[in-house]
């Protein structure tokens, strides 16, 4: 069985930071590394919020070899990318999404949209407890 979670969000810029904890923390749940997903599905919840005005869903599934998540929202329009000047202050969010996954696309839903990406992601590095200081006078261990 693949591990799958879903979460839905509201239209608001709190929900972009929501999302982007929403993945993390079941990425760590799983042992993994969120690194690049986070940016990427910050992006995506971005332009859910800031293009579809709708509330939008964030499902994360795991498979033997990567990661799929996918954002929904409300708004039939799909994503594009988009040519730019190099002084444009906006529009390289797809460029971005492109240069950190494996994949991604976006399809038509009933409801609106589904844009979705694919990642593989690292194994999480367990960090050793801290060690109980101790203090030392004049060569002394007190503990």
Do not use: C, Y
């Not at 869903?57 to 988009?82: K, Q």
């Not at 194994?123 to 007190?142: E, F, I, Y």
């Amino acid at each position: 069985m693949v591990p799958e979670v879903e979460a839905k969000f509201d239209a608001s810029p709190a929900a972009v930071s929501a999302a982007r904890h929403f993945l993390v923390d079941t990425l760590e749940r799983w042992d993994l590394v969120a690194f690049p997903a986070e940016l990427v599905v910050s992006e995506l919840a971005s332009n859910a919020v800031r293009h579809a005005s709708t509330v939008f869903t964030v499902r994360i599934a795991r498979t033997a070899d990567a990661v799929w998540v996918e954002v929904a929202d409300g708004h039939p329009l799909l994503p594009s990318p988009r040519a730019m000047s190099s002084d444009a202050e906006a529009g390289r969010g797809l460029a971005l999404v492109n240069a950190l996954t494996l994949s991604w696309g976006a399809e038509p839903q009933s409801q609106g949209k589904v844009v979705w990406f694919r990642f593989r992601p690292s194994l999480r590095m367990h960090r050793r407890a801290p060690m109980k200081p101790r203090l030392v006078l004049d060569g002394k261990d007190s503990s």
